[in-house]
C-alpha cells in the first residue's frame, strides 16, 4: 500500500491485519508506552481544516514509535498563505517528511496530492468526500464491542449528505453482511451516487424513533455547518436528532452509541456514563489504528 486515499482500498483480509496489529500497538501502548520502531522517521501533518482527535491521533501515533512530526496545522503561519500550491506544498514536505498527513476542504485533493507526491499520502479527511482511518478506527472499534461485524443492524444518523466519516464507512462496510439504516433531514439525505456503491441492505428514513429497537449501533454525526451557504439554513437542521437517555432506553441493552467527535449538542452528556456510549473508546482506538497504519506504511 503506497497512500490511504479511499476505504476501497481495503479488503477483508487487509483488514483483519491491520486489526491485528492495532491490537499489538493497544498492547504495547498498556505495557511500554511504545517503542523506538520508527526512530528517525518524520511525518508531516498538514491541515487545511481544524482538527483535535485526527491530528493529534496521527501525532501521538507517531511520537509513540519513536518518530517525529512536522505539525502545520494552521496553513495561514505556512507559504499558502502567499498562495502556494497543494501541489508545490506537498512536493516540498516530501523532501523532510516518510508521509503527510493531509485534510483539505476539497474533495479529491488527497489523490492530486498523491499524484505529486514521493512519499505516502494519507487523506485525514477531503472535504465531503472521504474519511477513511476515521473509517477504519470505527470499524475497528465496531470488532472489539461486538463478536462479529456480520449480521449487525447500523443505523447511521445526522449530517448524511456532508459528512465525510459516514461516507468511507458505509463504503468500508461493503466487506461484511450488515443492514444499514440512514436517518436523516430530508435536505442532508446519504448521496444517492454514493448509495449506489453500498452491496448491504439500505433504508432511508427522517425518523429514527422507529429504526431504535432493532439497532445494534446508532452511528451518530454531526450537522456540518462549514458546508452550510447559509446560518439559517444551518440553524433550520442543526437539531434535527438529539440523542439522550430517553432515546437509549428505546434501544437494545447491548447496542452501542457511536460518534466520530466532535459533538456540538447531537448527544447529550448525560449519555456518557452508560456503557452503551462507545465514542471515547472510538478516540483511544484511532490511536492504535493510526499506529499500525505508520508502521505499515513508513519502510523500516
Ligand atoms: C470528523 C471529520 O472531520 O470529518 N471528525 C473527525 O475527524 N473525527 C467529523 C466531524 O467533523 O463532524
Known amino acids: 500500500m503506497d497512500h490511504v486515499l479511499s476505504v476501497d482500498q481495503f479488503d477483508r483480509s487487509m483488514l483483519e491485519d491491520l486489526f491485528k496489529r492495532a491490537d499489538a500497538m493497544r498492547e504495547l501502548v498498556k505495557t511500554d508506552g511504545g517503542d523506538d520502531r520508527l526512530a528517525h522517521h518524520v511525518t508531516a501533518n498538514l491541515f487545511y481544516e481544524p482538527s483535535t482527535r485526527t491530528s493529534s491521533s496521527f501525532a501521538a501515533a507517531m511520537y509513540r514509535l519513536g518518530g517525529q512530526v512536522i505539525s502545520i496545522n494552521d496553513v495561514q503561519y505556512s507559504s499558502v498563505a502567499k498562495g502556494e500550491t497543494l501541489e508545490d506544498t506537498i ?3 516530501g523532501q523532510y517528511a516518510d508521509a503527510i498527513v493531509l485534510r483539505h476542504s476539497e474533495m479529491g485533493t488527497a489523490a492530486i496530492a498523491a499524484s505529486v507526491s514521493t512519499v505516502p499520502i494519507i487523506n485525514a479527511g477531503d472535504g465531503v468526500g472521504e474519511h ?16 462479529q461485524v456480520d449480521g449487525l443492524t447500523i443505523t447511521l444518523v445526522g449530517d448524511l449528505k456532508n459528512g465525510r466519516t459516514v461516507h468511507s464507512l458505509a463504503q468500508l462496510l461493503n466487506n461484511f453482511d450488515v443492514k444499514l439504516r440512514f436517518v436523516s433531514p430530508e435536505s442532508l439525505q446519504f448521496p444517492a451516487e454514493l448509495a449506489k456503491n453500498l452491496t448491504n441492505e439500505t433504508t432511508f428514513s427522517t425518523d429514527l424513533e422507529s429504526t431504535l429497537k432493532d439497532s445494534d449501533i446508532l452511528y451518530v454525526t454531526r450537522v456540518q455547518k462549514e458546508r452550510f451557504d447559509s446560518v439559517e439554513s444551518y440553524e433550520a437542521v442543526k437539531n434535527s436528532y438529539v440523542i439522550t437517555n ?6 437494545k441493552p447491548s447496542a452501542r452509541i457511536m460518534h466520530p467527535l466532535p459533538r456540538v449538542g447531537e448527544i447529550s452528556s ?25 508502521d505499515m506504511l513508513i519502510k523500516h
Open 91 to 93: 512536493r516540498t514536505l
Open 132 to 147: 477513511p482511518t476515521q473509517a477504519l478506527l470505527d470499524l475497528y472499534t465496531i470488532t472489539t464491542e461486538f463478536e
Open 246 to 251: 430517553d432515546t437509549l432506553a428505546h434501544m
Open 270 to 294: 448525560e449519555v456518557d456514563s452508560d456503557p452503551r456510549a462507545a465514542y471515547f473508546r472510538q478516540v483511544e482506538n484511532g490511536l492504535y489504528i493510526r499506529m499500525a497504519l505508520f
